[in-house]
C-alpha cells in the first residue's frame, strides 16, 4: 500500500534540482559538441588554405624564376650575339687581310732574296740601311709574326663562334644538338677562369665524352645549365685552394632514350645538410654580393620541367662534389611545349 502511495508523489525538490543540474549539463555538452565541430571545420578550412597558400607562394616563386631566366637569357643572348656580331665583323676583316699580307711580305722577301743574289755587293747606302733593319733578323721573323697574328685571329673568330652557340638565339625551340658542342662553348667562354692567377693554380678540364647522338633540347637554356655548374665548380675550386684543381666532364648514353651529363670536381665538398637545399630559389652559402641563390633553382627548373629530365647532386666532404643531369634524347610533345 505505501508503494503504490510512492509511486503517485510528486517529485520533490531535491529531485527537480537534481534533474535541472543533469539538463544544464547535457545543454551544455550538447552546445560544447557543437563548438568543437565548428572549431575543428574552422581548422580543417584554416589548413585547406594554408595549404593553397603554400601552392600559391610555390607557384609564384617559380613564376618568378621563369621571369628572372627568361629576362636573363633574354639580356644575355641580346648581349653576347651584338657583341658577337660587332667583334665578328673587323675580326673577319683583319684575318682575311692576314691571309694577303702574309702572301704578299712572302712575294717581298723572295725578290730581295733574288736582288741580293743578282746583286751580291749592295752600294754602302743600302748595306748600311740592310744593318739598320737587321734584314736577316727581319726576314726570319716577319713570317712568324704573321703567322701568329692568323692564329690569334683564327682564335678570335673560335670565341665569336662560341659565343653564338651559347646565346643560340636563333634556337629558342626544341632542335637536336650536339651536347658536346655546348660543353666546349661554354669552356671556352669560362677559359678565363680555369688559367692560373695569382694563389690559384688553375683548373685541369678532363673530358670522358661518351658516343652521344643528337639530342632534341632547348639549347639555350641547356647551355646556361652547364655555366652554372662549371661556374660553382670553379669557385669551390678557388675557394679549396690547393696544388691540384680539375674539372671531369663525363657524358654517355645509357640507353636509347637517355643521355647522362656529370660534372665533377676536386672541391671541398657539401655537407649534406646543405645538399638538400642546394636547388631552393634564393639559397646560397656564398658570401654577399657573389651569389643570388638563383643559378642551382633555375637549372633544376631548366632540366625537370623543360626537359622532363633529371638534376641531383653527389658530394662527400674534402673530396669533391658531381653533379648529375640527365635527359631525354627525345622529349615528350608535353615536354617540349
Same mark, same amino acid.
Given at each position: 500500500?505505501?508503494?503504490?502511495?510512492?509511486?503517485?508523489?510528486?517529485?520533490?525538490?531535491?529531485?527537480?534540482?537534481?534533474?535541472?543540474?543533469?539538463?544544464?549539463?547535457?545543454?551544455?555538452?550538447?552546445?560544447?559538441?557543437?563548438?568543437?565541430?565548428?572549431?575543428?571545420?574552422?581548422?580543417?578550412?584554416?589548413?585547406?588554405?594554408?595549404?593553397?597558400?603554400?601552392?600559391?607562394?610555390?607557384?609564384?616563386?617559380?613564376?618568378?624564376?621563369?621571369?628572372?631566366?627568361?629576362?636573363?637569357?633574354?639580356?644575355?643572348?641580346?648581349?653576347?650575339?651584338?657583341?658577337?656580331?660587332?667583334?665578328?665583323?673587323?675580326?673577319?676583316?683583319?684575318?682575311?687581310?692576314?691571309?694577303?699580307?702574309?702572301?704578299?711580305?712572302?712575294?717581298?722577301?723572295?725578290?730581295?732574296?733574288?736582288?741580293?743574289?743578282?746583286?751580291?755587293?749592295?752600294?754602302?747606302?743600302? *748595306? @748600311?740601311? &740592310?744593318?739598320?733593319?737587321? #734584314?736577316?733578323?727581319? /726576314?726570319? !721573323?716577319?713570317?712568324?709574326?704573321? +703567322?701568329?697574328? %692568323?692564329?690569334?685571329?683564327?682564335?678570335?673568330?673560335?670565341?665569336?663562334?662560341?659565343?653564338?652557340?651559347?646565346?643560340?638565339?636563333?634556337?629558342?625551340?626544341?632542335?637536336?644538338?650536339?651536347?658536346?658542342?655546348?660543353?666546349?662553348?661554354?669552356?671556352?667562354?669560362?677559359?678565363?677562369?680555369?688559367?692560373?692567377?695569382?694563389?690559384?693554380?688553375?683548373?685541369?678540364?678532363?673530358?670522358?665524352?661518351?658516343?652521344?647522338?643528337?639530342?632534341?633540347?632547348?639549347?639555350? *637554356? @641547356?647551355? &646556361?645549365?652547364?655555366?652554372? #655548374?662549371?661556374?660553382? /665548380?670553379? !669557385?669551390?675550386?678557388?675557394?679549396? +685552394?690547393?696544388? %691540384?684543381?680539375?674539372?671531369?666532364?663525363?657524358?654517355?648514353?645509357?640507353?636509347?632514350?637517355?643521355?647522362?651529363?656529370?660534372?665533377?670536381?676536386?672541391?671541398?665538398?657539401?655537407?649534406?645538410?646543405?645538399?638538400?637545399?642546394?636547388?631552393?630559389?634564393?639559397?646560397?652559402?656564398?658570401?654577399?654580393?657573389?651569389?643570388?641563390?638563383?643559378?642551382?633553382?633555375?637549372?633544376?627548373?631548366?632540366?625537370?620541367?623543360?626537359?622532363?629530365?633529371?638534376?641531383?647532386?653527389?658530394?662527400?666532404?674534402?673530396?669533391?662534389?658531381?653533379?648529375?643531369?640527365?635527359?631525354?634524347?627525345?622529349?615528350?610533345?608535353?615536354?617540349?611545349?
Amino acid at each position: 500500500m505505501a508503494l503504490r502511495q510512492r509511486a503517485h508523489d510528486t517529485w520533490n525538490e531535491t529531485e527537480v534540482e537534481l534533474l535541472r543540474a543533469v539538463t544544464n549539463q547535457l545543454a551544455i555538452a550538447l552546445d560544447q559538441a557543437e563548438l568543437y565541430e565548428k572549431s575543428r571545420m574552422a581548422a580543417q578550412t584554416a589548413q585547406e588554405k594554408a595549404h593553397q597558400l603554400e601552392l600559391t607562394l610555390q607557384e609564384l616563386q617559380h613564376a618568378q624564376l621563369r621571369l628572372i631566366q627568361s629576362e636573363k637569357m633574354s639580356g644575355i643572348g641580346q648581349m653576347v650575339a651584338g657583341v658577337a656580331h660587332e667583334i665578328n665583323n673587323p675580326v673577319t676583316f683583319i684575318h682575311s687581310n692576314v691571309n694577303y699580307i702574309t702572301q704578299y711580305s712572302q712575294e717581298l722577301l723572295k725578290l730581295i732574296e733574288l736582288y741580293q743574289q743578282e746583286y751580291p755587293q749592295p752600294t754602302p747606302a743600302i *748595306q @748600311l740601311e &740592310q744593318e739598320a733593319i737587321d #734584314l736577316n733578323f727581319l /726576314a726570319e !721573323d716577319l713570317p712568324k709574326l704573321l +703567322k701568329s697574328m %692568323s692564329i690569334g685571329t683564327g682564335r678570335i673568330r673560335d670565341i665569336v663562334l662560341s659565343l653564338r652557340n651559347f646565346s643560340r638565339l636563333d634556337q629558342a625551340e626544341v632542335k637536336p644538338v650536339d651536347i658536346h658542342e655546348g660543353i666546349d662553348s661554354t669552356l671556352l667562354i669560362l677559359g678565363h677562369r680555369l688559367k692560373a692567377q695569382f694563389q690559384f693554380t688553375g683548373v685541369e678540364i678532363i673530358k670522358n665524352y661518351g658516343n652521344l647522338p643528337l639530342v632534341k633540347c632547348y639549347p639555350s *637554356q @641547356l647551355n &646556361q645549365v652547364f655555366m652554372n #655548374l662549371l661556374a660553382n /665548380a670553379i !669557385d669551390a675550386l678557388e675557394e679549396r +685552394k690547393k696544388p %691540384s684543381n680539375w674539372i671531369r666532364i663525363s657524358t654517355e648514353c645509357t640507353d636509347a632514350e637517355t643521355v647522362i651529363i656529370r660534372i665533377a670536381d676536386n672541391g671541398l665538398g657539401i655537407p649534406e645538410p646543405i645538399i638538400e637545399k642546394l636547388f631552393n630559389p634564393f639559397f646560397t652559402t656564398k658570401p654577399v654580393g657573389k651569389g643570388t641563390g638563383l643559378g642551382l633553382s633555375i637549372s633544376s627548373q631548366i632540366i625537370t620541367e623543360r626537359h622532363g629530365g633529371k638534376l641531383r647532386c653527389e658530394s662527400t666532404l674534402n673530396q669533391g662534389t658531381e653533379f648529375i643531369i640527365e635527359i631525354p634524347i627525345q622529349p615528350s610533345l608535353e615536354e617540349a611545349l
